[in-house]
């Protein structure tokens, strides 16, 4: 069955001689996103899979001569779908296609793709009939998330799911978001309710591949989505791409993908996790087995840490001994009170009277505020009255951090200790785009808020935290999680750092030094 198009749309370009399924379904995407405005395919969260990426994922789906449903939700020019039928083995079939693309224009291509991939199974001896449906596939099918499994009728589940879905924020109000409710809270991704949902249609021994940001592998606002998720399948593989915009470079984004197997059955023991540079040399990843009780942890949130170097499982295991938590420490972490748009009657660009230091991002750099900034555009004091002061800190001893990294920096981790010495005034303004650390009932004293600076920008805390989260933001969720050293070994380093005649620049060495960390797990070179 084929989609009937109310509209008629101009027609895919035809296929060349020779040509296979997948270079056919890229070509004709290729030409359809050459007509399209740069601006319309981002709302659609439109972003298409390489050639390279997609017959990898076929390669990773492995589908048997047993494979007889395949779904491509969210399927754009059709492309993971046909590199799947060409990994099909020659005693295959027959095999039904459901693909979903909610573009018109696209699903037109879709249908091309497939046309052309049913006429090359033929002429290699496989049946195999498919079905575009021009619709939204988490409006269609949001309503199996929140039903038991019993309710989804046999038909209706599919042996492989492959897809690269949309990657948007759904607002509150969206049906979507409502449909998807079970799953999520605040404001979802949509990539999230495309993964739940294709999960949910899995049948027994169903296999599921997918390539999404890696932004799903922690925090508070994808917790309910990995619960459900890895309640529905066990997961069996994962892909790395060392570049972050690799898999995607066409389109310039930059994100850290990660490429899922997952099947619906009992777990095994351990997970294949693989790594490539980019997509040149996916056709000879790296890979190694890791047990998966050391990949997802189900304690905490079902939260992955995907170790993908033999490093990784000693930075993992020495830096989950350590006994604290900001918690246990009496330590609360707070998101930076001054939303700059709200607050602009308060923002001043010069220190007159009544005015306090106020932080933004590129102040706070590894182990120094660095207050005033020479050269920015932006108001580096507040007014501090009664109308303002809720917005406002009390002078104190804090540890500053940045929430958002830039895309490619070096460290995501990027902490420093703002001792009440370099404070003038009683108060100050921290912009939203900060977290910061202080003690619930006291003060922090100045060698424990040096040290704990030290150590939450450390490379070695750097490179644990970047095992599970595959973002630039570090939530305050996130940082309460953090294990951390004993509370006096963070006042030994803060005291030495306060002490060294080389100042933050040596926190990365004395960190190693108090810490005792092993040879292979001390920074080559000192932190920044």
Same mark, same amino acid.
């Given at each position: 069955?084929?989609?009937?198009? $109310? ?7 035809? %296929?060349?001689?020779? @040509? ?11 030409? =359809? ?39 491509? %939700? ?6 993971? $779908?046909?590199?799947?039928?060409? !990994?099909? %083995?020659? *005693?295959?079939?027959?095999?039904? /296609? ?56 046999? !038909? &209706? ?5 492959? +897809?690269? %879905?949309? =990657? ?13 409710? *079970? ?7 949509? #990539? ?16 599921? /591949? ?16 990995? *619960? ?20 995607? *470079?066409?389109?310039? /984004? ?69 006994? @604290? ?5 009496? +330590? ?19 220190? &007159?009277?009544?005015? /306090? ?22 108001? &580096? ?16 001893? #804090? ?9 490619? @920096? ?8 703002? +001792? ?15 977290? #910061? ?26 490179? =644990? ?22 509370? !006096? ?22 960190? !190693?030094?108090?810490?005792? +960390? ?11």
């Amino acid at each position: 069955m084929r989609h009937a198009f $109310a509209v008629e749309l101009p027609a895919p370009a035809p %296929p060349i001689a020779g @040509e296979s399924p997948s270079s056919y379904a890229a070509r004709a995407g290729e030409l =359809y996103l050459g007509s399209q405005h740069q601006d319309a395919r981002r709302a659609l969260g439109q972003f298409f899979t390489t050639p390279d990426v997609a017959r990898f994922m076929a390669r990773m789906a492995r589908p048997g001569r047993k494979t007889r449903t395949v779904l491509d %939700p969210g399927a754009g020019s059709g492309i993971l $779908a046909c590199a799947l039928l060409e !990994e099909l %083995p020659a *005693e295959a079939g027959p095999v039904h /296609v459901l693909a979903y693309e909610v573009d018109p224009g696209l699903a037109r291509v879709c249908e091309a793709s497939l046309a052309h991939a049913q006429l090359w199974l033929s002429s290699r001896g496989t049946a195999m009939t498919f079905e575009v449906r021009c619709r939204d596939f988490v409006s269609e099918n949001g309503g199996f998330l929140a039903s038991s499994l019993f309710d989804v009728a046999p !038909e &209706q589940l599919f042996d492989v799911a492959i +897809l690269n %879905p949309p =990657y948007f924020k759904l607002t509150k109000s969206d049906p979507r978001a409502r449909a998807a409710a *079970e799953i999520v809270h605040g404001q979802p991704n949509i #990539y999230a309710a495309f993964l739940a949902i294709a999960a949910r249609l899995l049948g027994p021994r169903g296999v599921m /591949v997918s390539i999404t940001p890696r932004s799903f592998a922690t925090g508070d606002y994808f917790s309910r989505f990995r *619960e459900y998720l890895f309640r529905q399948v066990s997961l069996e593989g994962i892909h790395l791409f060392a570049s972050r915009s690799s898999a995607f *470079e066409k389109d310039a /984004v930059l994100q850290e993908n990660v490429i899922l197997r997952a099947r619906k059955g009992l777990p095994i023991p351990t997970v294949r996790i693989s790594t490539s540079a980019g997509t040149a040399d996916l056709s000879r990843p790296r890979s190694r087995q890791v047990p998966v009780s050391e990949v997802l942890d189900a304690r905490k949130g079902f939260t992955l840490h995907i170790q993908a170097e033999d490093a990784d499982d000693d930075v993992r295991r020495f830096v989950s001994s350590w006994p @604290e938590t900001l918690g246990s420490l009496g +330590l609360l972490v707070s998101t930076g009170p001054v939303v700059a748009f709200r607050a602009r009657p308060f923002l001043r660009h010069h220190g &007159q009277s009544g005015a /306090v230091p106020l932080l933004w991002l590129a102040h706070v750099q590894q182990m120094q505020v660095v207050w005033p900034l020479p050269k920015t555009s932006k108001p &580096q004091f507040m007014e501090a009255s009664a109308a303002s002061e809720k917005l406002l800190v009390p002078r104190g001893n #804090y540890v500053v951090m940045r929430r958002f990294s830039a895309k490619e @920096e070096a460290c995501r981790l990027v902490a420093a200790p703002l +001792l009440e010495t370099s404070i003038a005034g009683a108060a100050l303004g921290l912009e939203n785009h900060l977290n #910061y650390v202080y003690r619930q009932r006291g003060a922090m004293s100045p060698e424990e808020t040096t040290g704990l600076a030290a150590v939450l920008g450390s490379s070695l805390l750097d490179r =644990y935290f970047r095992l599970s989260n595959g973002s630039t933001q570090v939530n305050a969720t996130e940082l309460r999680r953090l294990p951390l050293p004993r509370a !006096e070994d963070l006042k030994r380093i803060g005291l030495e750092v306060l002490d060294s005649a080389d100042g933050p620049a040596a926190a990365g060495s004395i960190v !190693e030094k108090v810490l005792d +960390l092993p040879t292979t797990l001390r920074a080559k070179g000192a932190d920044a």
